[in-house]
């Protein structure tokens, strides 16, 4: 149950407090036969409307209803909110019953009538309240217990506690409070909303970029720690992305992923350069990403100027919750070929759910993949999938070279090919399964096609900014 919580990046205070606020009212229902029941939604004729688990036989409400297999009410009074679930749970000892449907719960041992709820039908026939594991955990958990017991002496510190863990609940998901409505909107800051204070746009962008381009960082040095900042980013809950530059904080300054010994080196010059122009180290991070896509681009004959949009913030420690940044730590990113273990799923896959997390398409990625590939921008340096004898050139060389006939793909071990020239069998690139999926996969290959071809040297260029602007933008909610 914790570990379940603490995915919902739940502490013990929160999940106490949603347990027993959701369970102070309502009632579990079984008293029905779960034989009445209908098809589920998805297999009910069409008549049913989507909603399914129709009974046909009996009322399918009341004492007729079948739900979880578990029947009776948690509290003396299951229609108001007070505190009865602690005056129950805490005053009684519990013992493993059986419900009408066979299903094991608590039940309290010897609980006077007057604390008995009353039939769903008839107020004049009680029975005994119920408790689930999940309950007793509440009881028996000495952390949980202290809390309970905190609870139960200062029912509004637990209606507070409440209030504030169910609006986490059913908010998580919509990313930073500016992108709340209302006039219900709470003003306070909570710092699971992962706050940012609002960054300057009032210093000179041409200057900043000025001084990051005669920083002496490399194209690679300055697009990986870009595309680390940003790709944190989750369409999912809004979470993550390069606003806050969140990049130099812990835990993420010490993400694996994030090559913790090069990101530092990046960050003492972009910091600097920061201090000196009044920008933001996160606009500075993006802008210094910005600068080696452009560089890249203008090596292989294309003049670019890569979207830029100022405002970024510098998140503090002080308004970053640790332990829930510690869940969007990547195990895998496919974009700059690496993997932080073997996985049962395999690298395409992982790559694809990234994909889809940061609310990119599949000609998005393909673009991006292709790019940063040819730029050298793979986790520590790695040579897979680099095909190309131009790095650092924005090229499409890694379609040109993945679709050109002249080379056959070999097995070469786990997660790793060896491409070799048809006519003397010697090896010219490696790759891993992130790469040659772009060959592989019919739709990928579609894609892949058009951007070797010579006449969309240019289109390549021009879609890998629109793709890496989207990226670096993604939770820029105030520009929308």
Known sequence: MRVTFERMAMNDEE???????????????????????????????????????????????????????????????????DNGYF???????????????????????????????????????????????????????????????????????????????????????????????????????????DPVPAGRTDYDVAAVKAKIAASGLSIGDMVS??????????????????????????????????????????????????????????DVIVLAGNVGVEQAAKAAGFEVSVPFASGRGDASAEQTDVTSFEALEPVADGYRNWLKKDYVVSAEELMLDHTQLMGLTAHEMTALVGGMRVMSINHGGGKHGVFTDRIGALTN?????????AYQWQPAGRNLYEIRDRKTGQVKWTATRADLVFGSNSILRAYAEVYAQDDNREKFVRDFVAAWTKVMNADRFDLS
């Not at 129950?88 to 609980?111: C, F, H, R, T, V």
């Not at 900042?229 to 969140?246: I, L, P, Q, Y």
């Not at 010059?269 to 122009?277: M, P, Q, R, Y």
């Not at 060389?397 to 006939?405: A, I, P």
Request: proline content about 5%; glycine content about 10%.
């Open 15 to 81: 999940t106490v407090a949603l347990t027993a606020g959701g369970h102070t009212v309502g009632k579990c229902h079984v008293n029905g036969s779960a034989a009445n029941l209908g098809a589920s939604p998805e297999g009910a004729e069409l008549e049913e409307q989507g909603f399914g688990w129709i009974n046909h036989s009996s009322r399918g409400i009341g004492r007729d209803t079948a739900s979880s297999g578990l029947e009776g009410a948690w509290t003396t009074h299951p229609t108001q909110w």
């Open 87 to 193: 005056d129950l749970l805490l005053g009684y000892d519990w013992e493993l019953k059986k419900s009408p449907a066979g299903a094991w719960q608590w039940e309290p041992i010897n609980i006077s009538e007057a604390d008995k709820p009353v039939d769903v039908e008839d107020p004049s026939i009680r029975y005994n309240s119920i408790m689930t594991d999940a309950d007793m955990a509440m009881k028996m958990d000495p952390a949980y217990r202290k809390i309970s017991e905190r609870f139960h002496k200062d029912p509004a510190y637990f209606s507070d506690a409440f209030a504030r863990a169910w609006f986490k609940l059913t908010h998580r998901d919509m990313g930073s409070k500016t992108r709340y409505i209302g006039p219900d909107a709470p003003v306070e800051d909570l710092i699971w909303q």
């Open 225 to 282: 720690t870009a595309w680390d900042s940003a790709r944190t980013f989750r369409g999912s809950d809004k979470r993550g992305g390069a606003n806050g530059a969140r990049i130099r904080l812990a835990p993420q300054k010490d993400w694996e992923g994030n090559e913790p010994a090069l990101l530092s080196k990046v960050l003492a010059v972009l910091e600097g350069i920061a201090a000196e122009t009044g920008a933001s180290v996160a």
């Open 397 to 405: 060389d890694f379609f040109v070279n993945l679709t050109d006939m």
